[in-house]
């Protein structure tokens, strides 16, 4: 499986150029599906309108949609907008995810379109197997014409395996689609330079990699008071979708039409790919539970910058409590974050051996070493 349509992504490189793409992912947020604990029905049967329109002409898309805990806990009568316990929001997005299921259907069965949901958890896209099989369903759905409607299965995640917002869960999602593009549809027009609120706030309208910098810029929270989601977790999104040579942008989805207006104006943030790796390391650097973490010195720095395996001798401490095979984070000597990787041994097995050269685990690991800790081919810079 390719990571992604290079051809198709090279095209992309502005708002404008969406109408172009073969293969869209579009995210909605609960601040723009939800107001007062109502479905915000207009903006939605406009947003069907556009999606219909894009269909038309040719483009496939999967729309990744916040709002079933919203309104489930509307109806449940439920405080804090369903979001004061983790009970509660589990109770919210079961009652939630019908009534969010019943309005996309409603809304693109007006234009002939078959809205097929899809609830999926955080475990269900870092596992291998199963993200493969996830992307063998929307590939079948697309394949019979049907809309998949992804949303996070919020009535069965715990608040240590979950992806918190569908920002990321988009960007995942288009990874396993091999989708050219991801629209997330937000409260503000894009990227700022500093809160937009602010006097001589300046949009951002182009990024090529996201930077420590352009990380800077983000507003952690969300306006509405009811989303999970901030800027923070649309800049992460953006170097998920990056690995696999995705564009990523946001637009303002409060016009209407949403995607038309943001379109017509060439109005938003645009992330284009500075790279693009393959499909197993794409999925392997958009992974988002490290169980552990490695801290390397300074000479071990450099040779991972030359695209090296980590080895047990540049290796200063050892985090977590991890097996074999598990996700680690790896961190330079200041803490800054290198990148991730599956370990080849156990956390107790890297602390016995860390510091040490190729001829002095033996004695301590009683068997033979193996050729890393993280070997390069099972590991992914930041």
Known sequence: MASGRPSDAMRIQAISDLGSARRLVVKIGSALLVEDGKPASDRLKSLARDLAELRERGTEIIVVSSGAIALGAARLDLPKGGRASLADAQAAASVGQVALAQLWAEALGEHDLLAAQMLVTLGDLEDRRRYLNAAATIERLLETGAVPVVNENDSVATEEIRFGDNDRLAARVAQAARADAVLLLSDVDGLFDRPPDQEGAVLIERVEGVTPEILAMADTGSSSGIGSGGMASKLEAAKIAGRAGIMLAIVNGT??????????????????????DSARKAWLGGRLACEGALTVDAGCVSALARGASLLAAGVTRVEGDFQRGDLVQIDGPDGERLGQGLVEYNAEECRAIMGMREGEQEAQLGYVPRAAVVHRDHMVRS
């Open 255 to 276: 016009r209407l039409p949403p995607i038309a207006s943001a379109v017509a104006a060439n109005r938003g943030t645009v992330f284009l790919p500075v790279r693009s």
